[in-house]
T-cell receptor, first 112, second 115 residues
Framework: KNQVEQSPQSLIILEGKNCTLQ??????????LRWYKQDTGRGPVSLTI?????NTKSNGRYTATLDADTKQSSLHITASQLSDSASYIC???????????FGPGTRLSVLP | EAGVVQSPRYKIIEKKQPVAFWCNPI?????LYWYLQNLGQGPELLIR????????DSQLPKDRFSAERLKGVDSTLKIQPAELGDSAVYLC?????????????FGPGTRLTVL
């Protein structure tokens, strides 16, 4: 069964600190992996997308990594800001991009 | 460029009543998705359209849910009758194929509360 798991379920950090969110997946055939940020009351917004051949991609203070062998991805946030408080959802695309398998998300709270 | 538009943003109804949600995708996007998102969970696909055709509705509870996408642009999702367990956020997304992959853009969602 295609599945995406994320950890931790929730995370609280102080402003300015770094953090890393984890994503494990069992999805095939793998097409690509994305990380989304979802603010409260909003729809998800794409942060990064990686294909099978890519193992790292950055978007400002967000850096995503992908290990296709172990089927793991991480999202590293550097120098966190209050506005980083949101849910971060890992999404794996299967079947040549036609199906999207969503993880449950990690709820990040950045405190002043 | 306008994003995916959804209305209403919030809806409160009593159980057994009907309800409808509307979605206007980004202009030029042929693929449209409806998702259900429960609190603290990721979105779950209800139905996917390619133009006017529903190409994946395997997860749509067809006894009470229906959807249409007339003329391959706007779409409506209907629930009749609504049940308490239908309380959730209903997200609409549209996508465009870019560089060999589909880039999804989400609307703000409609938060449904069934009393």
């Amino acid at each position: 069964k295609n599945q995406v798991e994320q950890s931790p379920q929730s995370l609280i950090i102080l402003e300015g600190k770094n953090c890393t969110l984890q994503c494990n997946y069992t999805v095939s055939p793998f097409s690509n992996l994305r990380w989304y940020k979802q603010d409260t009351g909003r729809g998800p917004v794409s942060l990064t997308i990686m294909t099978f051949s890519e193992n790292t991609k950055s978007n400002g203070r967000y850096t995503a990594t992908l290990d296709a062998d172990t089927k793991q991805s991480s999202l590293h946030i550097t120098a966190s800001q209050l506005s980083d408080s949101a849910s971060y959802i890992c999404v794996v695309s299967a079947n040549y991009g036609q199906n999207f398998v969503f993880g449950p998300g990690t709820r990040l709270s950045v405190l002043p | 460029e306008a994003g995916v538009v959804q209305s209403p943003r919030y809806k409160i109804i009593e159980k057994k009543q009907p309800v409808a949600f509307w979605c206007n995708p980004i202009s030029g996007h042929n693929t449209l998705y409806w998702y259900l998102q429960n609190l603290g969970q990721g979105p779950e696909l209800l139905i996917r359209y390619e133009n006017e055709e529903a190409v994946d509705d395997s997860q749509l509870p067809k006894d009470r849910f229906s959807a249409e996408r007339l003329k391959g642009v706007d779409s409506t999702l209907k629930i009749q009758p609504a049940e308490l367990g239908d309380s959730a956020v209903y997200l609409c997304a549209s996508s465009l194929e870019l560089a060999g992959y589909n880039e999804q853009f989400f609307g703000p969602g409609t938060r449904l509360t069934v009393l």
